[in-house]
């Protein structure tokens, strides 16, 4: 039995707080995390207040921890004590479910998230995670820096994979903050010409310096109609309302909207455009283990950061409070 040392909100909206409990006996597909950095998402807020209606309290946030490996159950053979890893918003998942058997393992029909009811998250020193949920870290990739890319990383990485974003292909990243600045950067590597779309001018040298080459003012209705018909994908990571129906009139020919943002309200659309130009529309969320393993060796491999912000676990409120204030640029990371 190991003591776990933790910070949990005591209910809905309230101030973490520091918390212990005690893990079970080691599964034999267990695996036993040392925590040493946990990035902090937007999710973390959601169900911390509660938003949802389904989180359980006390309730222990972080999905996005790099450390070490402590211990390992009797069947776990692709990670070791000792070794570094990581792991993001899934903890468990069946292996045997037609979506696990495909090697969408993100999609299984009985998916655990790292933060869902009866598991508590990486706010603390130790996690448990099963399986191949748990990913080894490439030895060139900095730990302390890694977190984020096991949630908001696989989130804009993952459909340059599923959907088939070509080398050649024209870009638009929507929106840069945490999951776009690093949309920028993958889509540079990839070999595509990337355009961001940002309405902060604040951002536009540095949305440059990440790896766009050109930037368009996202509120401008007028730039925006220049760029009629100039994209073959667009990746949007907002989460605010928009004029979709504009924002689709810069897709090419069979070009595609993808959204990775997540909307709170219904997105009105005129069909027709979509019909007489084979436009697509299309969503995912984060990506299986492989996915993610691959992502990783590609940002090793392309120099590819997080740009983070870091404070102490035990200022993690003034952290949480930092991220709600919409500040953060553009990832905040907990570190032990």
């Not at 309230?14 to 005690?22: H, V």
């Not at 908001?152 to 870009?171: C, E, L, M, S, Y």
């Not at 009629?228 to 928009?242: C, E, N, P, R």
């Not at 930092?322 to 990832?331: I, M, P, V």
Request: net charge negative.
């Amino acid at each position: 039995m190991r003591t776990v040392k933790a910070f949990a909100a005591p209910e809905a909206g309230s101030a973490l707080e520091p918390f212990e409990y005690e893990l079970g006996p080691l599964g034999s597909n267990d695996i036993d995390i040392k925590v040493e950095h946990c990035g902090l998402c937007h999710t973390d807020l959601s169900l911390r207040d509660n938003v949802w209606g389904a989180t359980q309290f006390p309730f222990v946030g972080g999905h996005e921890a790099t450390g070490t490996v402590i211990d390992i159950g009797a069947e776990v053979t692709h990670v070791k004590i000792g070794d570094r890893v990581g792991l993001g918003g899934h903890s468990h998942y069946c292996m045997s479910c037609r979506q696990c058997l495909d090697g969408d393992h993100n999609l299984c029909e009985s998916v655990q998230s790292t933060v869902s009811p009866g598991r508590h998250g990486a706010f603390a020193d130790i996690v448990r995670a099963t399986g191949v949920s748990v990913i080894k870290l490439p030895d060139d990739l900095d730990a302390k820096d890694a977190g984020p890319l096991f949630c908001a990383g696989i989130t804009v990485f993952n459909p340059f994979v599923k959907f088939d974003i070509k080398p050649t292909d024209r870009i638009a990243v929507l929106g840069i903050g945490g999951l776009g600045h690093l949309a920028l950067q993958f889509g540079k590597a990839w070999g595509c010409h990337v355009t961001a779309l940002t309405s902060s001018s604040s951002k536009n040298e540095e949305a440059m310096a990440l790896g766009a080459h050109a930037v368009i003012n996202s509120r401008d209705p007028e730039a925006l109609a220049a760029a009629a018909g100039s994209f073959d994908v667009i990746l949007s990571t907002v989460d605010v309302a928009l004029d979709w129906n504009l924002i689709i009139s810069m897709l090419k020919r069979k070009g595609r909207l993808h959204f990775l943002g997540v909307q709170a309200v219904p997105a009105e659309l005129q069909l027709m455009p979509l019909m007489f130009l084979q436009l697509s529309l299309s969503s995912s969320l984060v990506g299986s283990p492989h996915t993610i393993s691959d992502m990783l060796e590609f940002c090793a491999r392309h120099d590819i950061r997080v740009v983070t912000e870091h404070f102490p676990f035990d200022k993690i409120n003034e952290a949480l409070a930092h991220l709600e204030s919409g500040d953060a640029r553009y990832r905040i990371v907990l570190d032990s």
